[in-house]
């Protein structure tokens, strides 16, 4: 019965995500975790530290790209910054 409720699970998981990755607006990123498994509770702030950096880089990467995903969503000639994986936004103030 076990065996058949985590078949289940993953099934629906798969299906899950791959509705998610043909959603517009949607960039899926998977950073490299391969060598954590699913019970590594105690690893979980490198597993963190893992994910923050790959996003971070992956971010700095499409905001390079002159007229793309990121580019469009922030807008043509306002100022972008990234901080730890998150684009800040910069406006003029009075």
């Known amino acids: ?4 409720q985590a078949r289940l699970a993953y099934v629906a998981s798969v299906n899950a995500l ?6 517009d607006g949607c960039i899926y990123l998977r950073p490299p975790i391969e060598n954590y498994g699913t019970l590594d509770f105690g690893k979980f ?11 971070h ?20 000639g306002k100022k972008k910054e990234v901080s730890r994986g998150r684009i800040l936004r910069r406006r003029n103030s009075i």
């Open 57 to 76: 880089h992956k971010v700095e990467e499409l905001l390079k790209i002159e007229g793309g995903v990121l580019d469009n969503a922030l807008g043509k």
């Open 18 to 23: 791959d509705k998610a990755k043909a959603t």
């Open 1 to 4: 019965m076990a065996d058949i």
């Open 45 to 55: 702030n490198q597993i963190y530290d893992v994910g923050l950096n790959y996003s």
